[in-house]
């Protein structure tokens, strides 16, 4: 159980064009789903935390029109890197939660997705 | 504000040595939670251990044991014979107890440390 799933796997885009990645919790509904990224050799950073139904809440620095998400159902978030550029190549992962209140909720993590922007 | 330091950025041992990865944390919650991830040249992260504050116990689990210790700080990670397998980078992460939406405690990772384990 507590499987997430990440697509694409891969992407590959030109500079400026948007791109969209899915994250699916495929067994339990995730009410708060986060979004991490990734450079080469480095660590995980928290870019936002999605909780379904509301607006994602975006960690200092991370440009909200930049990378929006969407959490439009219990099992589905979205990130959609807009107008990409080369210096957005990195390694996405999510990673969701069921979120029961007043309980700590392990994070389920998705395998990944690695965008390289041309 | 929660930090995890990982200080050892590299390792290599020949297969069969015993390894530990150091993680020293800061924070100001007494209540959190302690994390070790693996992460192979997949990508993929693969969960180790999560500790929570009020239990200093170590674990042991197989090769892997883990060492607890709230006055210095410190959540160290021990794999004793290690394995080709077992090269990837090893994450270790904090938790407060401050929650982002519904019992939801964000991660904060270390910088991470790779393992190099040489036949």
């Known amino acids: 159980g507590a499987v997430v799933s990440q697509h694409p796997s891969r992407v590959i885009c030109k500079s400026g064009t948007s791109v969209k990645i899915e994250c699916r919790s495929l067994?339990?509904?995730?009410?708060?789903m986060f979004w991490y990224r990734q450079f080469p050799k480095k660590s995980l950073m928290l870019m936002a935390t999605?909780?379904?139904?509301?607006?994602?809440?975006?960690e200092q620095g991370v440009e909200k029109d930049k990378f929006l998400i969407n959490h439009a159902s219990l099992t589905l978030s979205t990130l959609t890197v807009t107008s990409a550029h080369p210096e957005d190549s990195s390694f996405y992962i999510c990673?969701?939660?069921?979120?029961?209140?007043?309980?700590?909720?392990?994070?389920?993590f998705g395998p990944g997705t690695r965008l390289t922007v041309l | 504000a929660q930090k995890v330091t990982q200080a050892q950025t590299e390792i290599s041992v020949v297969e069969k040595e015993d390894v530990t990865l150091d993680c020293v944390y800061e924070t100001r919650d007494t209540t959190y939670y302690l994390f070790w991830y693996k992460q192979p040249p997949s990508g993929e992260l693969v969960f180790l251990i999560r500790?929570?504050?009020?239990?200093?116990q170590n674990e042991i689990s197989g090769r892997y044991s883990w060492n607890f210790q709230k006055s210095t700080s410190s959540f160290n990670f021990t794999i004793t014979a290690s394995q080709v397998v077992d090269s990837a980078v090893y994450f270790c992460a904090l938790s407060e107890a401050s929650y982002s939406g519904a019992g939801s405690y964000q991660l904060t990772f270390g910088k991470g440390t790779k393992l190099s384990v040489i036949p």
């Open positions: 999605s909780n379904e139904g509301s607006k994602a809440t975006y």
């Open positions: 500790r929570n504050s009020f239990d200093e």
């Open positions: 067994d339990f509904q995730a009410t708060t």
């Open positions: 990673s969701a939660t069921t979120g029961t209140s007043g309980t700590y909720n392990e994070q389920f």
